[in-house]
Structure formats: C-alpha cells, structure tokens
C-alpha cells in the first residue's frame, strides 16, 4: 500500500467497504447459486420427471409481465405430454416445487384425500345455494334495474365489471347479511386485488410473517362500501388466514367471470343466443326449472371449461402418507396443483378446444371422455352455477346482447394474476327486447 494511501483513512475505509461490499455479492451469489441448486435437485432426488428450472423463477418466466400463470402451465404440461410424460411431473413455482397432476384416476384420489388441505370455499360453506336462492332472485332484478337504467345502454357496458360489481354485492347483502349497494359507485381501481398474484402467493408460502393479505383486501375494497362494524363481523366469519380471503375473492370472480364470458361467447354465435332465450323464456322464478334447463347448462359448462375464473385446482400434503396408485410416500408439505384449464384445452380430451361449444357437454360426448376431464372448480360449485344461471336467465329474458366497437376478439387476461381476468374488461352492446 503506497504511503498517500496509507496515511489517509478516508481511502482506506473505502478500501474496507469495498472489499466487503465484494465479498457480499460473492457469498451472496454462491448461496443463491448453491440454493438453486439444491432446489433443482428435489424433484431428481425423488425421481420424478420435471420441468428444468430457470434459475430463481423456476418455470414461471414471463408471469406477471407478459403471461398469466394459465399459460405457463400450459406450456409446461403440452411439453411434459410431448416427453411421453402423461400422468405427473415437477415444476417450480418461482422456488416453491409443485407436483403437477394430469392422470385422471389420480386426479380423483387427490380431490378425495383427506390428508390434502382444500383450499376451499367458505362463503358458501356459512349458506347453501338452496337458501340462497331467493336472496338472488331480488338481486338480479335490481341488476336488471340498473341496467335498464344506465347511460350507456344500447351503446356498450363493461359486463365483466358490472357482473364483478353485482357479485361482491350479492355476497355482501346475501351471505353476510350486509345492506350496502355502494359498489356500483366504486372506482374500478379498488375492485382490482394486485397483490393477489403468483408472485406475492408464492412469497406467502415461503415468508408468512412478512406477506399478509387480508388487510389489504379488507382495507382497500371492503372498508369503502360497508361500516367498520359490518367490516369486522365480516372477519370474524372468515377465518383469519389468507387462504379464506381468495376464496371468498373466488367466489365472486368466478360468477362475474362465468356471467360476462357467456354473454361474450353469445354474441358471438347469435344463433345460440336466440336458442337459450327461447328455451328459458319460460322461467318461473322457482329452482328446480333454472336446473331443468339443458342448453343453458351446456352453456355454463362450455363457458367454464373455455374460460375458468380459476385455472388450477390445488392441494397441499397436511402429513406424510401414502396415496393410491401413486407409487411414491408423498411427504409433508407437498404441493399438488391440478392444471385444468391445459387439461380443458387439451385437443386430445377436447378437439378444437379455443371453439365455443356447448354440444361437448351433451351426455354422449360426456361419457366418451370419462371422469376428471371437466374440472373448473376446486370445491362444490353449486353457488357458483346458481347465481350465474340465474343471472344469465334474468339478463337473456330482458336484453339481447351485440358486439360494440370495443368487443375484443381476442380476451387478454390480466398477466400475473390468480384468477383469469379479463385485462381490459368485456364490452358489449346491451338492448332492451
């Protein structure tokens, strides 16, 4: 070290800092390097196929800037089928290892495994669709309401925003016993949940402390449309995890995405439209008819199959344990995910599968693709096909539906997001009959 240098602290104290800034990188750089590692290893240690991670995002690249996680796992499952791989392999949720699941009769033992925590639906669980019913059918005549109302009809409507609107509203009023219809004047901004994505999900599960949810859905959503008072009995209902959260945002996402995704598909095929008017022209307000209906229930699984509010079904080990016809001990911890929307869009199960067509779900074709192969929700969907059935009847009994000039032909979906939603909305033209 020269004497100048020497003799002044202020350079050597660089020096030191430096140096030590240097050796952070590299310690930090091997443990990421030895952590990633490590990391690939677990699934080659186990000795099931898996996708090769990239680095710290393992099989994620592109979610949240430019792909919504529907798409990477199917991307993951055409490729894994292409290896001949067609009944379960590994891939990395950025660091977390999943255990993707595409054989059918595994699939049936996952969903009925006790030893695989559900995360399941808790709004419905508080009330059954059968006492939810006639709160509903006062909903969708306010719905109907409001729509025969508004400004823009016979122009265009965002029916996704407006199905979104009346969702929350019906859960709020219906299930929680909370008269409030201040979300139809909310901003869209705070109907929108970023921090429920991949991302931030994935950073939950590794860092629990630091990453809570439920206040920020609570705080940016609820507290602007019901009182502090109905705000808390709300979370005492739900339990206190985050888990309960998404579903309870499921629940709503999923019928204001089943509702405007029908009407979008047909406006598309005005025939079919013409033909499900005609059949539910007749609904006499009562339960069992809205179940009698057959091309309207063609209709709503067609629609959830093409475009599930959720992409994937998931599971997670609460202990280790054998499961059957799989020949491995599943350990503690494991997570499985069962991609449904690459199995729905698997051309082999379902030919052209990007068409709209409601004649898959005749009893026929139904039967010749056997079980597991329709899988649009994780848990009992009978609240879910209720209010959306029962929406579609009010509005087709009371609208026709066109395109406007800003129908899209191609939905985007919001990239990162959990559930599958629309990035710019749905919009249609709306008519009076």
């Known amino acids: 070290m020269s004497p100048s240098i020497k003799h002044n602290p202020s350079v050597i104290i660089m020096l030191y800092f430096v140096s030590f ?8 750089y091997l443990y990421l390097f030895w952590s990633v590692e490590r990391r690939r290893a677990y699934w080659r240690h186990r000795n ?37 791989i067609n009944g379960y392999f590994g891939i990395f949720n950025f660091y977390t290892p999943e255990l993707i699941v595409v054989d059918p009769q595994l699939i049936q033992n996952i969903l009925k495994s006790k030893n695989l925590k559900e995360f399941g639906a808790y709004t419905t669980r508080l009330r059954t669709h059968e006492q939810l019913f006639k709160p509903a059918l006062k909903s969708v005549e306010e719905l109907r309401s409001l729509l025969s109302e508004t400004s823009v009809l016979e122009q265009q409507t965002d029916i996704y925003d407006l199905s979104r609107r009346f969702a929350i509203d019906f859960v709020l009023t219906s299930v929680f016993d909370i008269k409030s219809h201040k979300i139809y004047e909310l901003d869209s901004k705070h109907l929108s949940h970023p921090k429920f994505n991949e991302v931030t999900l994935t950073l939950r599960r590794t860092l629990p402390t630091f990453f809570q949810l439920k206040d920020e859905f609570f705080t940016k959503t609820l507290s602007k449309v019901i009182g502090m008072d109905d705000l808390y009995n709300i979370g005492k ?21 089943t509702v405007a995704f029908s009407l979008y598909e047909l406006v598309l095929n005005k025939q079919l439209q013409d033909d499900l008017r005609k059949e539910v022209a007749d609904f006499d307000m009562q339960l069992s008819k809205l179940e009698s209906y057959d091309l309207l229930e063609r209709v709503f699984r067609e629609t959830t199959r093409l475009h599930p509010a959720i992409s994937k079904i998931i599971r997670k080990a609460r202990k280790t344990f054998a499961l059957p016809n799989f020949e491995k001990p599943i350990d503690k911890g494991t997570i499985f995910v069962i991609p449904s929307h690459a199995i729905h869009m698997d051309p082999e199960i379902f030919p052209s599968p990007s068409i709209f067509n409601p004649d898959r779900f005749l009893q026929n074709n139904i039967e010749s693709r056997g079980p597991s192969t329709y899988l649009p929700f994780g848990n009992d969907s009978e609240f879910v096909k209720m209010l959306s059935k029962l929406t579609l009847v009010s509005l087709l009994n009371a609208f026709t539906f066109d395109v406007c000039k800003n129908t899209e032909e191609t939905i985007a979906m919001t990239p990162g997001g959990v559930f599958c939603t629309p990035e710019k909305g749905i919009f249609l033209k709306v008519v009076k009959k």
Not at 21 to 28: A, R
Not at 70 to 80: D, G, H, I, L, N
């Open 237 to 257: 209902m739900l339990p206190s995890d985050d888990l309960a959260v998404q579903s309870f945002i499921g629940e709503y996402e999923t019928v204001a995405s």
């Open 21 to 28: 800034v240097v050796h952070c990188l590299l310690w930090g």
């Open 48 to 84: 099931i196929p898996y996708d090769p991670p990239l680095g710290v995002i393992g099989s994620m690249d592109g979610v949240g800037s430019k792909k919504h996680s529907s798409q990477v796992y199917q991307e993951c499952y055409q490729k894994m089928k292409g290896k001949g």
